[in-house]
């Protein structure tokens, strides 16, 4: 690929700058169409955060793609936002057009899109959410705007759970928080509790989305749940990517349950951004090609 004097740029803002699948997912699939767009990543400092953005502005960028820790800090920064992003609370995708600045969130349709390859139809499901950080709250949104049953989030702090089964309420969606260690712990699934009044009752999970961490690091991978407390035809999801197959996932496979790794959300939100960006479908092979050879 030439670099010219009209190449357009595209990239991510972060701190720190961490590795990225990013510039490899975008960049291959910009060649494999003779884009002349080249996508790179920018380390952005908090205090720098408004001047990044209107430098990118000013040098005519097309867009970028935003990640910890400035994704609601950029909100203020943008001319306006994408409705399905306004509920999420954050924008991952910026796209620069006429010198106005539109922010998207591309995770939670992401993860959706990533569903729905997997032949799997979020409306009318109960769904059990492990985690209610920046990941869940954007899946958390996408699932209830495309009529999920139920939510059910699981977690470690409970202030954060409870602020986002507000928001899914609010939706029109039952949203219950619940600690996460009896499903780590306990053998017994919470799910079937006669007893339980109505509101407390929790639903026997359709999906189960680990939407924490846990699964990063291989050797020190814990329980988040049991999985013999499933149901039988339970669909279970990891956010992780890397690595691919997580301990989590492997026991479910086992067990029969149809499992979905964190490539397909990873591969769709970037298919996501590309089109915002472009204006073009994206070139999905090509894009799931590097990013396989850069997993
Ligand atoms: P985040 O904002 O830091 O949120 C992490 C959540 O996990 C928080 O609710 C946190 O609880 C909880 N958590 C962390 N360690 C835990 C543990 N040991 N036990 C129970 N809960 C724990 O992170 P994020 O951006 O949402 O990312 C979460 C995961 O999703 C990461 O693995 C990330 O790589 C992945 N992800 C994947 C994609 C994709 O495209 N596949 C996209 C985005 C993120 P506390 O609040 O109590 O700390």
């Known amino acids: 690929m030439v670099i010219d004097c009209r190449t357009k740029m595209v990239g991510l803002i972060g701190y720190p700058a961490k590795y990225s699948l990013s ?5 291959g699939a910009f060649e494999a169409l003779g884009l002349n767009i080249v996508y790179s990543v920018f380390p952005v400092e908090p205090k720098n955060l408004e001047a990044a953005v209107k430098g990118m502005a000013a040098l005519g960028f097309l867009g970028f793609n935003v990640t910890i820790p400035h994704k609601r800090a950029v909100m203020p920064f943008l001319h306006s936002i994408d409705g399905e992003a306004e509920q999420i609370g954050a924008v991952n995708t910026v796209v620069i057009s006429d010198h106005q600045l539109i922010g998207y969130n591309t ?10 390859d997997g032949g799997i139809d979020a409306a009318g499901k109960n769904i059990l959410l492990l985690g209610a950080g920046g990941a869940a709250k954007a899946i958390a949104v996408a699932l209830a705007l495309r009529g999920a049953a139920s939510i059910t989030i699981a977690v470690r702090t409970l202030s954060k759970g409870k ?3 507000e928001k899914i309420a609010g939706l029109g969606v039952k ?5 996460i260690a009896p499903l780590t712990d306990s053998k017994k699934p919470i799910w079937y509790n006669e007893n339980a009044k109505e509101e407390n009752f929790i639903p ?16 020190e991978e814990t329980d988040l749940i049991k999985i013999e407390t499933l149901p039988q035809n339970c669909v279970v999801c990891d956010l992780v990517y890397g690595p691919q197959k997580t301990m989590l996932l492997e026991k ?4 029969g349950h149809v499992v979905l790794d964190g490539s397909g959300m990873l591969l769709h939100q970037g298919a996501k951004a590309f089109t915002l960006f472009t204006g073009i479908n994206a070139p999905l092979e090509a894009m ?8």
């Open 288 to 295: 799931k090609k590097n990013m396989a050879v850069a997993l």
């Open 252 to 255: 479910a496979s086992d067990a």
């Open 23 to 27: 510039p490899a997912i975008h960049n």
């Open 204 to 219: 026997p999970p359709d999906i189960v989305i680990n939407a924490t961490p846990v699964g990063m690091t291989p050797e």
């Open 163 to 165: 602020s986002l089964a």
């Open 107 to 116: 995770d939670g349709v992401g993860f959706i899109q990533a569903l729905e």
């Open 175 to 179: 949203a219950t928080v619940i600690p």
